[in-house]
């Protein structure tokens, strides 16, 4: 499929959001979350920045979708995400993984894969991400939550974490890629600056998991509308930008204003493999 047979059903999708306002519980780090609420209040959906454990039992049952970015990882915080990734898995509800510098310790690799086993619906990383998660790099290798990698390079990679753990695995960079283990797709949406603007990668994930929320059975047609959408909201956002705080902003209106000549428009998807 290339961009135009793509492109409806980024729309579709994008519509299903705004219509349905789903649920999407967000265990993310402290530098993401204003961003990430942001993100998917302007596409529609309905942040809950629900961490503690103790709120788990009762909270997590009602919602659509559930969001886990390792970013600001302590001791305190990992119960609760293995447990509300437990039970959304139980119940059948999608959830997504950002393992946010994977390899930068021995403490975080070891919780990411034991958040692996819990079967996530999506697994969403840089190229040194998936790389270190799928075994193929060693520990220390990350730059922070920056990748040394580029999408591309981790194509195999990512093709072998999505048939070790069943997860859909998306990349971000340059080129977005989107893998099942043997349909690789790419998404050509996006602008640099938005690297220069800090969580916009945790935003993404979290908009995968509320694209997720309206189409659970196609996870991976999902998540490459998600991709495509926030990238076009991206592009739309730096032509009226100054810089990467005004791009911030700009990023968010786009979001909240695309309309349905504009996306199929703009949409850019290949099949890469």
Wanted: glycine fraction near 8%.
């Amino acid at each position: 499929m290339e961009s135009k047979e793509w492109s409806s059903g980024v729309w579709t999708h994008l519509t299903a959001v705004r219509r349905q306002s789903p649920l999407v519980q967000c265990i993310t780090n402290f530098v993401s979350m204003d961003l990430v609420a942001n993100t998917l209040l302007s596409a529609g959906a309905s942040p809950a920045m629900v961490h503690s454990v103790a709120e788990v039992p009762d909270f997590t049952p009602h919602i659509h979708a559930l969001f886990v970015n390792v970013g600001t990882l302590t001791p305190d915080w990992l119960p609760s995400m293995k447990a509300a990734a437990e039970l959304a898995a139980q119940l059948g509800k999608p959830w997504v993984l950002d393992p946010a510098a994977v390899s930068c310790s021995g403490f975080r690799l070891k919780a990411c894969l034991e958040l692996v086993e819990l079967k996530p619906s999506v697994i969403k990383g840089n190229g040194s991400e998936i790389i270190a998660l799928s075994g193929s790099a060693s520990q220390g290798q990350t730059k922070g939550a920056d990748s040394s990698h580029e999408s591309t390079e981790a194509i195999e990679a990512a093709k072998s974490l999505a048939l070790s753990s069943g997860a859909v695995v998306a990349v971000s960079g340059a080129v977005d890629i989107v893998t099942d283990g043997k349909r690789v797709i790419g998404v050509h949406n996006g602008t640099k600056m938005m690297q220069r603007i800090t969580a916009t990668g945790c935003s993404l994930a979290g908009l995968v998991a509320a694209f997720l929320a309206v189409d659970p059975l196609q996870p991976l047609e999902a998540t490459v509308s998600a991709m495509s959408v926030f990238g076009i909201a991206g592009e739309l956002g730096e032509e009226l930008a100054n810089g990467p705080a005004s791009l911030r902003m700009h990023l968010i209106d786009s979001l909240y204003g695309l309309d349905e000549t504009t996306v199929l428009s703009r949409v850019r998807i290949t099949r890469l493999g």
